[in-house]
């Protein structure tokens, strides 16, 4: 129902300070801007000024969202124009702030907010109207006899107001689509070491190169120089055997 109130009402509270006395000041004796005649209305009715200066937390939330914030039915306005108007409600009167919305949206100006604004609201970009409601609550500050007195202060807060409560009306940001991570580049296999097969069952059989260099496996040299042995053994007893033949 008041989901921007408590936000709302953190950031008027940073604008309104603390004890304040100053006879030049209409409003009279704030204390964290609540003054003591609203003090009496909705908390202590006979309160003094000291008892104002204890004002708690929940006593100020409860002037502010009485006297402010459901007079402009803050509760009901969109996001960022409720900011702008309760807090020029809280500077200025709440009737005053009401007409001032009602002007910026184009329906008849008496003060009270209801269906009638509330759809004119809706109607319109919030933004715009935030933008029209500082300027006009600007611009009948600056027409104040006391604007030489609390104009520089005045005008900073509407101000940061303005920038607040636009971005308050900004829609959400969506956010942005993920990228997917980049897939580490797939090593290629290492190939494995040239295999013979033998004709039965293709088991593998690693061929181990010759330690000479030469290619020729040592195997295989071994295997030559015995037939080389044995053919020159076998010569030599065909030429012995054909001799003996001879003498006999």
């Known amino acids: 129902m008041d989901r921007n109130f408590a936000r709302a009402l953190a950031l008027v509270l940073k604008s309104e300070g603390g004890w304040s006395d100053n006879p030049a000041d209409p409003g009279g004796a704030t204390m964290k801007g609540v003054t003591l005649a609203n003090f009496r209305r909705y908390v202590k009715a006979d309160a003094s000024k000291a008892d104002l200066k204890k004002i708690g937390d929940a006593q100020v939330a409860t002037v502010y969202r009485r006297f402010y914030w459901d007079a402009v039915l803050g509760s009901e306005l969109p996001d960022g124009v409720d900011y702008a108007a309760f807090d020029f409600a809280v500077n200025s009167g709440p009737v005053r702030a009401a007409r001032h919305l009602q002007a910026s949206v184009g329906v008849s100006q008496d003060g009270r907010i209801g269906p009638a604004t509330l ?3 809706r109607a319109k970009p919030a933004g715009v109207i935030i933008d029209q409601l500082c300027d006009a609550r600007l611009a009948f500050l600056r027409r104040l006899p006391t604007w030489a007195t609390f104009g520089h202060g005045w005008s900073d807060r509407v101000k940061s107001v303005r920038a607040q409560a636009l971005l308050m009306s900004a829609p959400a940001t969506a956010p942005g689509s993920v990228q997917p991570a980049m897939r580490a580049p797939v090593s290629q296999p290492v190939q494995p070491p040239a295999e013979a097969e033998t004709p039965a069952g293709n088991a593998p059989v690693s061929v181990s190169p010759a330690p000479d260099g030469s290619g020729i496996p040592a195997a ?29």
């Not at 015995?226 to 065909?238: C, R």
């Not at 001799?243 to 006999?248: E, S």
């Open 220 to 248: 295989a040299k071994a295997g030559g120089v015995i037939a080389a042995i044995l053919l020159i053994a076998y010569v030599a007893w065909h030429h012995i055997a054909v001799a003996l033949q001879g003498i006999f």
């Open 119 to 121: 759809a004119a609201v």
